[in-house]
């Protein structure tokens, strides 16, 4: 969406060449016509990473979560009060602890860990459920008065696949999962209500015979609703919808969204949303290739009780008016000096962070990254940094400090996913080379890393510098899906090295899309370490 100001300077511009506006006259129809700008938004929402999407709306503001799996902190939580520009404003925790994979021990939680998380609001307190796809099997409750400020763990109790938090009008509360079962809590939230309602639900029948997930259920007119994707064998992923007069069922179903936007498969999972003034909007992501599966918006109209998403063909719109009165753009990967005594809430770590191995202190202005346990790969590596990648096309630049790597260690700036492309910086005994990679790891059923298939691109022997700058491209626009890097030793020219990457997504490892990674990790002993001067990102729009 572009920017009011350059709109306005772009308008007056072209007025300015029109000799019969006055200066006023020109200033007046530049500003009608950023404001006639400002009042539309081109889908996707955001184009980047934000899938298993839930949106509740409380008071001015909206609320979304999404899932972020193996990244920590996790869960992220956002607001809106235009549905269109959103701030990320907390995660549901900073660590998971239940079992050592996350720590990368004894295996990974590549894929797994937190997905599908459901919000809700009861009587003045925010509550957030998920269910990691990871053993042990469990859900997690979290709870806050206000997710601006973080969120406690309320209750730990068993595992629902893809669920929905709902309660009723009575104030009992129940859990739809994606299997299609419905099941009672206590009143307190604290596990399964002993006596209470426990049941399979009438959604399945001949044509629902694959996928059948991602739960969202509300209630409308004195009906239930419960939203979840098909994807029946043969056929196309489509956002289904079944209500009833009873929460128990009988369950009757309709399709309300079935549709390819902009070339990309696979519209379909989200939930569906309202605002203060009575309209209904669809928030549904689209998978988008190796940047991931990011969210759309589109209206959604109630025809004959059945929440109908789309414009009037069924589609969801390239651009839209804005429901809401526009507020101010805050980005969703940001630039870091790392100058701050925190982190900036944009950044993940790769599982969970040792503490001790990292620093914002140690050096001022800088952020260190310490070799910790001796590792073969960046896959194996613990505290890998990163941020999102955005489309149409984005750019990030890091500027590190390598001379107190020690021998064996392995640092840089990657492309990362489970098929990865690294600018890795080498030291062995006295040679530092700079190296362009291509990785492909592999995983067993407990997600270890069984091995990683390298191949190197492009190389460069260093010598005895002490700084270098690394640079990558990212292209994800219809049939690119590309990574290109650079690197300088002044930051002004910049040299390619190696060859593009052909990213991608697989839903069998990662399951997620592509990062930016900053990584240092040891092969032989732990010791040394790097310090990050700064990452620049930038996101271009063309």
Request: hydrophobic fraction near 35%; include cysteine; proline fraction near 4%.
């Amino acid at each position: 969406m572009m920017n009011k100001n350059i709109i306005l300077k772009l308008s007056l511009g072209l007025l300015a060449a029109v000799s019969h506006f006055s200066y006023v006259e020109a200033v007046e129809v530049a500003r009608s016509e950023a404001g006639k700008q400002a009042a539309t938004f081109t889908n996707p929402v955001m184009w980047a990473d934000l899938p298993d999407p839930d949106v509740i709306r409380v008071g001015d503001y909206f609320y979304m979560v999404s899932t972020t799996m193996h990244l920590m902190p996790g869960a992220p939580i956002m607001r809106s009060k235009d549905l269109v520009n959103w701030e990320l404003v907390s995660y549901l925790f900073d660590k998971l602890t239940d079992t050592p994979k996350y720590d990368m021990e004894g295996g990974t939680v590549y894929g797994r860990g937190q997905w599908a998380t459901s919000i809700r609001y009861h009587k003045g307190k925010f509550y957030a459920l998920f269910s990691p796809n990871d053993a042990p099997f469990r859900s997690y409750i979290y709870t806050t008065d206000d997710p601006a400020k973080g969120w406690k763990l309320h209750a730990r109790m068993n595992h629902f696949h893809d669920a929905s938090l709902f309660f009723d009008d009575d104030d009992r509360v129940y859990v739809f999962s994606g299997t299609g079962k419905l099941t009672e809590l206590k009143p307190d939230l604290t596990g399964i209500k002993e006596g209470g309602v426990d049941v399979t639900l009438n959604v399945r029948d001949s044509e629902e015979n694959g996928l059948l997930e991602g739960s969202r259920a509300l209630k409308y007119n004195g009906k239930y609703y419960l939203l979840m994707i098909s994807w029946p064998n043969g056929g196309k992923r489509r956002q289904l919808c079944y209500r009833a007069d009873k929460i128990t069922g009988p369950y009757e179903k309709k399709v309300i969204l079935c549709d390819n936007y902009a070339g990309f498969p696979y519209v379909g999972q989200g939930t569906i949303v309202d605002d203060a003034n009575g309209n209904w909007y669809g928030w549904i992501f689209q998978d988008r290739g190796a940047v991931g599966r990011v969210p759309t918006l589109s209206p959604c109209k109630w025809i004959d009780g059945w929440p109908i998403i789309g414009d009037k063909d069924g589609h969801v719109p390239a651009t839209m008016e804005l429901p809401l009165e526009a507020q101010p753009e805050i980005p969703l990967v940001v630039s870091d000096d790392f100058s701050k005594k925190q982190l900036k809430i944009n950044w993940q770590w790769n599982h969970n962070p040792v503490d001790e191995a990292w620093s914002l202190t140690e050096r001022k202005g800088f952020l260190r990254l310490k070799t910790n346990k001796v590792v073969n790969s960046v896959f194996e590596a613990r505290n890998t940094l990163t941020q999102r990648m955005e489309g149409p096309k984005c750019s990030g630049v890091v500027v590190m400090d390598i001379k107190n790597m020690k021998d064996g260690d392995r640092a840089g700036f990657s492309a990362f996913n489970d098929h990865a492309g690294l600018l890795e910086v080498a030291r062995d005994g006295n040679s530092t080379v700079l190296s362009m990679k291509e990785e492909d790891v592999s995983l067993d059923n407990d997600k270890r890393v069984t091995g990683v298939k390298s191949k190197t691109c492009g190389q460069i022997d260093l010598g005895k510098a002490e700084k270098i700058y690394l640079r990558v491209d990212a292209d994800f626009r219809l049939g690119h899906d590309l990574a290109t890097f650079y690197y300088s030793m002044d930051g002004k020219r910049w040299t390619k090295l190696g060859n593009d990457l052909k990213m991608r997504f697989d839903f069998r490892k990662f399951f997620m899309g592509t990062k930016f990674g900053i990584f240092n990790y040891a092969t032989k002993a732990s010791g040394g370490y790097v310090d990050i001067d700064s990452f620049n990102y930038e996101k271009i729009n063309n």
